[in-house]
Structure formats: structure tokens, C-alpha cells
Nanobody
């Protein structure tokens, strides 16, 4: 089994910054894709940023230039540095990883979510 543990959410005023962390643990052979999604109140879940296969990064247009995703491959951890936060960034942020497990299966995992609230 693979577990994703998130940390770093909280409340901040507009223009502020937060840093999210997500650590993957368990039977991991390799991590194919890892990143962050979010679900705002009344909206569908959307991709925020991720590392895709081949090491490419993807960002939602709404966060480009403000958010930066980074990773520590040794720790199987991904980070999301969020700067110049806006009220519309308020959402529950979920870590997601597509993992090849020690048994050779490829499964999609989600963290429990961490709340980010940006006040104006």
C-alpha cells in the first residue's frame, strides 16, 4: 500500500505565501506522476501543477508565475510553493501520485487534502 501525507495548508491574506508538502511512503518502485490538484467550493477538482512522466511540469494557467512545484526524489516528496495568493486560490488541495508499486502494479493514489484559505 502507498500513503500520501500532506502538510502546509492554512489561512493567509491575499498576496501572502504558503508551501505545501506531500510525502509518499509504502511499497514504491517508482513514481510516474506526482502533483497537486484542488477543489474550490462549488467547483470541480482541477489540476494545479504536477511532474509528468519524463520530468515535465504542468501548471494550470491560473497559477503560472505564482506557484512553483518541486520535488525531492530521495524522499519521494513533492512541494508546492504558492506565492501572491489570491482569494480564488481558496480550495482543498490534494496530492496525487501515479505509482508503480513494489508488486509491479500501477495505481493512482490521493492524499487526504489540506485546506488553503486566502482572505481578501
Amino acid at each position: 500500500q502507498v500513503r500520501l501525507v500532506e502538510s502546509g495548508g492554512g489561512s493567509v491574506q491575499a498576496g501572502g505565501s504558503l508551501r505545501l508538502s506531500c510525502a509518499a511512503s509504502g511499497s514504491i518502485r517508482s513514481i510516474n506522476v506526482m502533483g497537486w490538484h484542488r477543489r474550490a467550493p462549488g467547483k470541480q477538482r482541477e489540476l494545479v501543477a504536477d511532474f509528468a512522466s519524463g520530468g515535465y511540469t504542468n501548471y494550470a494557467d491560473s497559477v503560472k508565475g505564482r506557484f512553483t512545484i518541486s520535488r525531492d526524489n530521495v524522499k519521494n516528496t513533492v512541494y508546492l510553493q504558492m506565492n501572491t495568493l489570491k482569494p480564488e486560490d481558496t480550495a482543498v488541495y490534494y496530492c496525487n501520485a501515479l505509482v508503480t508499486t513494489g508488486w509491479g502494479t500501477k495505481n493512482d493514489y490521493w492524499g487526504q487534502g489540506t485546506q488553503v484559505t486566502v482572505s481578501s
